[in-house]
DNA sequence: CAGTTTGTTGATTGACGAGTCAATAAACTT
DNA sequence: AAGTTTATTGACTCGTCAATCAACAAACTG
């Protein structure tokens, strides 16, 4: 059975596996044997493919900052002027799909890991410094555009995890209505 | 040697011995062998006193958020008027105590296992409550004063978890200034 | 076709860890 | 003194899991 060029697909599936398992668990308590069998195929393989599992939680970690940010670009390929920009990048902050089980675990865990995995801490770092120059862009116009940038990157990670951690279903609508509450009190609007 | 009382003392030890191991991990991947030898004890014994992990991890969080709130408390005894007291809040939220490695590594934790752990939700929203019912009291004169202290308390998290989360030391100063620019301009100052 | 690369797995290794238990001993009780 | 409760641990059970390896198969190469 063994077909060629198996490597980019069965490295997709684990990556896919691992964010699916990750999500189940709400942990890094996984088991590799877990990840393979979801991503239909032995243990051995994923050692194979990816050196350990610590590789492939980056590699899903990657995988996941990396769908947020096309999440963003999308949403800012149609928004015009830097306000709607702004709405733009909250709205995708707060879509559903960052909302869903496998998406808040990764997160949650991604955070504890970048304490003291130095390669998460660096990706966590990328992810965070995209968003930061998004939200200056936005706010140039203003005097106070850094700082105002900066509350909101970090109020954007708060509502999120207040979101996330609350009882009931999350409200990303609430989240953005919050966020932009604070928008318009330091705009002056 | 079997002295009586020895109760409380060894819970105690292997509370704090928990917080520490939790730090130095920075992950919930501790043994309880290593949580009792930091105490000075078999890991037969602290099974005896707590009857498994889990009940040791949730003893830890209990008391890493009864430290905090106890720093909060004596904040507000000595600050007078709703702007000071506001004050307090803050800078009791980014002590440098709230920057050690074993109340960081206990945070972020707490939160990942609150996805899954009831017990450890509750405590969380215990918490929570507290510090919304502290802002809004604040914030009582305020016809937004509700949304305005929602805002305040989500930003709070994510101000720490950008300081803890950085490269460089952190620097709770700076946060605290983020977090009254906000109220600044929420209030129109 | 002979040889090499790629895909694949079952079985195994080697280690670790949560929780239990029996046993020992000091201290209180009656 | 006999009995009970509290403190304490070493040894053990039973399980798990990351990582390795040998071996087999299909596909490419020359």
Redesign the interface.
């Known amino acids: 059975m063994p077909k060629l060029g198996m490597q980019p697909i069965r490295k997709q599936a684990l990556v896919n596996a691992t964010i699916v398992e990750i999500g189940r668990?709400?942990?890094?308590?996984v088991t590799v044997s877990q990840i393979a069998k979801r991503a239909g195929m032995s243990s051995a393989l994923a050692h194979h493919y990816f050196g350990s599992k610590e590789d492939m939680f980056l590699a899903a970690m990657r995988h996941v900052m990396t769908l947020y940010g096309a999440e963003v670009r999308g949403a800012l390929a149609v928004a015009d002027g830097p306000d709607a920009r702004l709405r733009a990048i909250l709205r995708a902050s707060f879509s559903a799909g960052n909302f869903r089980r496998e998406a808040?675990?990764a997160w949650?865990?991604f955070?504890?890991?970048?304490?003291?995995v130095p390669a998460a801490?660096r990706l966590?770092?990328v992810y965070?410094g995209r968003l930061r120059s998004n939200l200056r862009a936005c706010l140039r116009a203003h005097a106070?555009g850094r700082?105002i940038a900066?509350?909101l990157?970090?109020?954007?990670?708060?509502?999120y995890?207040?979101e996330?951690?609350?009882?009931g279903p999350p409200d990303g609508a609430a989240a953005v209505a919050?966020a932009m509450?604070?928008l318009d009190?330091?705009l002056?609007k």
């Open positions: 668990a709400g942990s890094l308590d808040v675990g949650l865990n955070w504890v890991m970048a304490q003291t801490r966590l770092g965070q106070d700082e900066d509350g990157g970090a109020l954007i990670d708060g509502l995890l207040r996330v951690l609350k009882n919050t509450a604070y009190a330091r002056g």
